[in-house]
């Protein structure tokens, strides 16, 4: 026999019915949060923050040595920790008694939480997307956004813990762009992303950026109005799995270049995903709290929460390109 689920009608319905849409469907409405979810999302169980350990030097000895040759054994000192906190996020969803009459058959309660929750994911979702392009700066309790990440200092002195200042690799590769936007521009600070077979795997931009890069790559410049640099992005032109997901997008460098809607404009950025999380913390991961009935009103309060935050192992293979004249 299965175990009831919630204590009433509406929580048993809200469980059953409404819970498996925001699950299923949350992660596919924000392309960073999409390729988070399928490629770098952590599940941290708990703990006073989020530490995350940095190689951040060599060390201090090795090397080659022969027959009777003394050998160096200093010791070397090559991990620091970045700290992190847990940030929380929540949409509530409220139903008042007049409502729930109006709706009395659990078909039709149904179908009107099922509207209500796909308005309230949706409104989720944006906090989050809004989040992950945060500056670390402007609004504490929001995740550590990308904008703060991906700096040089100019915005945010301290990330993680750890000053800029004080730790130079603990700095991304910035430029600012020259009209109009060019090719080389684009290769320039995506090489000095690069180390070896470690680059950007995933270029994020504004609409209006996509179309100029866009129009370079079809062999005019939009920005200036003359013919642009004629070589292709690379044949076939998407990243399979992003056009599979319906998410537009053409190629750089064999990296697919997409628009996010939170993306400040003005700004591309260069990222390896290699060294970028979510971590999410299992018990807030979209959690759908029961419904309450408080005792001075007729309705019910539901709330989703989320708990988690946006982390950067590695800042220096990150790249940001600002300044790009639409």
Not at 26 to 51: A, D, P
Not at 102 to 121: D, I, K, T, W
Not at 132 to 146: E, R, W
Request: glycine share 10%.
């Amino acid at each position: 026999m299965a175990t009831p689920i919630g204590v009433n009608t509406v929580n048993s319905i809200s469980r059953r019915f409404i819970i498996k849409q925001v699950t299923d469907n949350v992660y596919n409405s924000n392309i960073l949060t999409f390729r988070l979810i399928m490629r770098n999302k952590k599940v941290f169980e708990g703990g006073f923050q989020i530490e995350v350990p940095i190689a951040w030097s060599h060390f201090a000895a090795g090397g080659f040595y022969s027959g009777f040759d003394l050998l160096d054994v200093t010791p070397s000192d090559t991990i620091k920790n970045a700290a992190f906190d847990f940030k929380q996020a929540e949409v509530a969803v409220s139903v008042d008694g007049a409502t729930l009459i109006r709706v009395n058959s659990p078909e039709a309660v149904v179908n009107f939480l099922g509207q209500y929750f796909a308005q309230a994911e949706s409104e989720l979702v944006d906090i989050l997307g809004i989040g992950v392009f945060s500056n670390v700066v402007s609004n504490p309790k929001s995740i550590d956004g990308i904008q703060g990440a991906v700096d040089n200092g100019t915005v945010a002195a301290t990330y993680g813990g750890l000053s800029r200042a004080a730790n130079p690799f603990w700095s991304s590769q910035i430029a600012s762009a020259v009209a109009p936007l060019t090719f080389p521009q684009l290769q320039q600070i995506f090489g000095n992303c690069t180390m070896g077979g470690r680059r950007p795997t995933i270029l994020v931009g504004t609409q209006a950026i996509y179309n100029i890069i866009w129009a370079l790559s079809t062999g005019v410049n939009s920005t200036a109005g003359v013919p642009g640099q004629a070589f292709p992005v690379q044949a076939g032109g998407e990243d399979v799995q992003l056009a599979q997901a319906g998410f537009s997008n053409i190629v750089f460098n064999g990296v697919p270049l997409v628009v996010d809607s939170h993306c400040p404009p003005g700004q591309l950025f260069f990222l390896n995903e290699e060294y970028m999380y979510l971590y999410v913390n299992p018990n807030r991961d979209f959690f759908l709290r029961d419904f309450d009935a408080p005792v001075n009103q007729d309705a019910y309060t539901s709330l989703i929460l989320w708990a988690g935050n946006l982390v950067f192992s590695n800042v220096m293979r990150q790249g940001k390109l600002t300044g790009i004249v639409a």
